[in-house]
T-cell receptor, first 112, second 112 residues
């Protein structure tokens, strides 16, 4: 019930392409869905987040798409750059549980 | 910017040793968290704290304890280190549980 399932585990994209990472959840009490970006040797950093009252949120080249009925959300990285190469984690928060539940992570490599 | 500082980047300890991992945040955040990060498993919550001297178990508390004597400091304790506790440990803090966490850079612990 508290799991967040993330796919794919790894992703290779050519420079300029679109990177897409998907997450699914079961618990309908989740009400906040952030994405974190982690570079080697660093802790995860908040990238973008969405609440279930909207279906899409865009910040620069990064977009979250949210499908409440399917209980799925995804991160799209437009015009992917080598500097986007990192591990990406989706997460979900329920106020009732008071903690973030993370997906397993996606290692993205953007090739020049 | 909030800064979360973990005292050690790398630690090597022997099986059976008592290990202390220290974390300090500088922005007066109420909430602090300890996660461990393992490949393919994402980030798993060990313990968290809403306030001084307050703690709650996360998803994998076995073999760990915590201490929060001051608001800015949250310590993770491995009472008797074992090889299966070899991992990356990440500390995080947040102003509100509704918002993103700020992570430290992590401590990579190896138990031999």
């Amino acid at each position: 019930q508290q799991q967040v399932k993330q796919s794919p585990q790894s992703l290779i994209v050519q420079k300029g392409g679109i990177s897409i990472i998907n997450c699914a959840y079961e618990n309908t009490a989740f009400d906040y869905f952030p994405w974190y970006q982690q570079f080697p040797g660093k802790g995860p950093a908040l990238l973008i987040a969405i609440r279930p009252d909207v279906s899409e949120k865009k910040e620069g080249r990064f977009t979250i798409s949210f499908n409440k009925s399917a209980k799925q959300f995804s991160l799209h990285i437009m015009d992917s750059q080598p500097g986007d190469s990192a591990t990406y984690f989706c997460a979900a928060l329920s106020g009732g549980y008071n903690k973030l539940i993370f997906g397993a992570g996606t290692r993205l490599a953007v090739h020049p | 910017d909030v800064k979360v500082t973990q005292s050690s980047r790398y630690l090597v300890k022997r099986t059976g040793e008592k290990v202390f991992l220290e974390c300090v945040q500088d922005m007066d955040h109420e909430n602090m968290f300890w996660y461990r990060q393992d490949p393919g498993l994402g980030l798993r919550l060990i313990y968290f704290s809403y306030d001084v001297k307050m703690k709650e178990k996360g998803d994998i508390p076995e073999g760990y304890s915590v201490s929060r004597e001051k608001k800015e400091r949250f310590s993770l304790i491995l009472e008797s280190a074992s090889t299966n506790q070899t991992s990356m440990y990440l500390c995080a803090s947040s102003l509100s549980l509704d918002y993103g966490y700020t992570f430290g850079s992590g401590t990579r612990l190896t138990v031999v």
